[in-house]
């Protein structure tokens, strides 16, 4: 199975090499690393090149100009790795906030669904308990609030740990996404719902980030919330696509 993690990066230089050791030990045979990187000034980009280098015809790069946004280093990473015949794309976090080692269990449920999420908020699933009690908060209600006005069947439409059927991704009108924050997420699980595609939900625990310094800050979360709003107007003609 043709199986593609993309990964967007920005000042990742520090976790990217061990994230591309992590991946490469799992038994799955056909899986490859795509890393979208937004010209990281901590030499990120340098740091991918080697890894091609080290890891012939498993890693490669896109090398974008400036800081754009990692919704569209996902759709710029999305469309790169359909053209080299992906049949299933992963996307996940450099910062091993997600375990690599779940990504068996996310193709595994692309057996019975045409999107697999790790979710945080159903039974198995966790968050660091090293994490405030405000954050946590915040974060169950921010998935609350989203999934209320917009009606999507899962408990996690925030998270960022998914899996991808090749089919399901070439059938959902990708160039009308709007999100560039956070609201990414929302918008994908969202779009996939309205399209008529089935979510499979698996537990995870997710973890705070081991190396480097998170890029969520309050203002990203406040984007998110006004952008629910929107992405609820943005799609009245789609049912099924």
């Known amino acids: 199975m043709n199986i593609k993690v993309v990964v967007p990066t920005y000042n990742e230089a520090e976790n990217l090499p061990k994230l591309a050791s992590a991946l490469f ?3 799955l045979s056909g899986l490859s690393l795509l890393v979208v990187d937004d010209s990281s000034p901590d030499g990120t980009g340098q740091v991918a090149d080697n890894l091609v280098r080290k890891y012939p015809g498993r890693v490669s790069v896109l090398h ?15 469309a790169r790795v359909l053209e080299e015949g992906a049949e299933v794309i992963v996307q996940m976090d450099a910062d091993f906030s997600h375990n690599p080692e779940r990504i068996i269990d996310l193709v595994e449920a692309l057996q019975e669904g045409d999107m697999a999420v790790g979710s945080r908020y159903i039974a198995g699933g966790e968050l660091d308990e090293n994490w405030p009690l405000w954050r946590k908060a915040l974060s169950g209600f921010g998935n609350a609030y989203a999934r209320l006005i917009l009606g999507i069947p899962i408990k996690d439409v925030t998270g960022g740990f998914r899996a991808w059927r090749r089919e ?5 009108p990708l160039g009308q996404v709007k999100s560039n924050g956070y609201g ?21 625990y997710f973890a705070d980030r081991r190396w480097g310094e998170s890029k969520m800050s ?3 979360q406040l984007e998110a919330a006004w952008r629910v709003w929107i992405i609820r107007f943005s799609y009245g003609d789609i049912n099924g696509c």
């Open 168 to 172: 399901t991704l070439l059938g959902m």
């Open 218 to 220: 309050l203002a990203i």
């Open 25 to 27: 030990y799992l038994p």
């Open 184 to 204: 990414f997420q929302v918008e994908m699980a969202y779009l996939a719902h309205r399209c008529g595609y089935s979510i499979k939900e698996i537990p995870i």
């Open 64 to 78: 974008r100009l400036g800081k754009r946004g990692f919704a569209t280093a996902y759709l710029d990473g999305f």
